[in-house]
């Protein structure tokens, strides 16, 4: 980011690093009783876990149907429980169920999404060779796809690439999804020229790139280039028919913050449902954010009550930012509308480090004039 003045240069690694974040490849579904077994897992609450997943295996509605036991499968691997989860796919065939690529598949999506700390995802490339052989699970192209997703989340991509070659020599079709997750990947381990070697390669054969593939290619405009190559590349996302969502819009908007152009991201935001987009938390995210590092914390404030109204606020950081300005530029009511708005409409989650932002604010309340304004 080295055109940017120095006064901007703070708003645009803060973009730098949201948008590192902001991944437009396309996700595999959770396991079906996620919500309540990562509140258990949170409280390692393991005994609890399997007091609710081992009758489930019994259940004799339910337990012959494959799907529903990979749920069952993907909740233990999603709570650390793998002993439990390579256990239950070890029966599966005992329970009347067949074992395909559908059970391999809940488990190595699972450790996928497992978070990075807990390290669960690196047991996905040698569970793929593993299982495949043990029980001869024949692998399809989403098993592939959560291998080669393995070794990007793990910043391997380089060994990736020669699975390609593998699928192909099994005769299983290469999709769309495969490829994006490694573009994906390759942009954001900013290696552009593999990217685009790739992404010809993906044309060459015939795999017409969908909006998630041209997105990736968007984002690594957005964060590399200027807002004229980001128009551009929308151009060719039309033209192709496709049509540009709220990820795509969103990266736009990013752009021009980076490079200062305020009125044009705020244009953008303005326009989105014309463009029949919605904006989401990552619209309001980048907005908020940015406007507040550029000092415009009026219009982070006319920012915040859409989201708001749409109960789409940004996250703590970014209501941080515009709290703690308010305050700074000595607009204290506006901050207490900000806090007050946030606590009424989530009165359950405001808790925490959210509820922080309201000591902040009652902090100075006894500094505040009959004006609503700061005083000495």
Not at 307 to 334: Q, Y
Request: aromatic share 6%.
């Amino acid at each position: 980011m080295a055109f940017l003045p120095a006064s901007r240069r703070p708003v645009a690694s803060s973009l730098f690093l949201l948008l590192r974040r902001l991944s437009s490849a396309p996700s595999v579904p959770h396991p079906a009783f996620d919500p309540e077994i990562r509140r258990l897992a949170r409280l390692r609450r393991f005994t609890d876990i399997e007091s609710l997943l081992e009758p489930l295996k019994k259940d004799r509605s339910h337990a012959s149907s494959e799907p529903f036991l990979a749920s069952v499968v993907a909740s233990y691997a999603s709570s650390g429980m793998i002993d439990h989860a390579l256990r239950t796919l070890d029966e599966l065939p005992r329970l009347g169920s067949p074992r395909t690529a559908v059970s391999l598949n809940a488990l190595l999506s699972a450790l996928n999404h497992s978070p990075h700390r807990f390290g669960r995802r690196r047991l996905v490339p040698e569970l793929f060779d593993s299982l495949s052989r043990k029980l001869s699970i024949a692998p399809d192209a989403v098993s592939y796809g959560l291998l080669i997703k393995s070794h990007c989340l793990a910043g391997q991509t380089k060994k990736a690439l020669p699975i390609l070659k593998e699928i192909e020599e099994k005769k299983i079709e290469v999709n769309t999804v495969i490829y994006t997750t490694i573009l994906d990947s390759l942009y954001k381990e900013n290696k552009p020229e593999v990217a685009q070697r790739l992404w010809t390669e993906m044309n060459t054969k015939g795999i017409k790139p969908d909006l998630p593939a041209y997105n990736v290619r968007v984002m690594y405009r957005a964060l590399h280039g200027k807002p004229k190559e980001v128009l551009d590349l929308i151009s060719e996302i039309e033209a192709e028919g496709l049509k540009p969502d709220t990820i795509t819009y969103n990266y736009l908007i990013a752009c021009y913050c980076t490079h200062g152009k305020f009125g044009d991201a705020k244009k953008v935001y303005k326009e989105l449902e014309e463009k029949g987009c919605v904006p989401n938390s990552a619209t309001y995210k980048i907005l908020v954010s940015a406007l507040c590092k550029n000092g415009d914390f009026d219009g982070s404030l006319d920012i915040f009550a859409d989201s708001l109204k749409r109960s789409k606020v940004p996250d703590l950081s970014s209501m941080k930012l515009l709290v703690e300005g308010l305050v700074k530029t000595s607009k204290l009511r506006a901050a207490k509308r900000v806090v007050n708005g946030l606590k009424n409409k989530f009165p359950e989650d405001f808790a925490g480090e959210w509820k922080k932002l309201e000591s902040m604010v009652e902090l100075n309340t006894d500094k505040v004039g009959s004006d609503g304004m700061m005083t000495n």
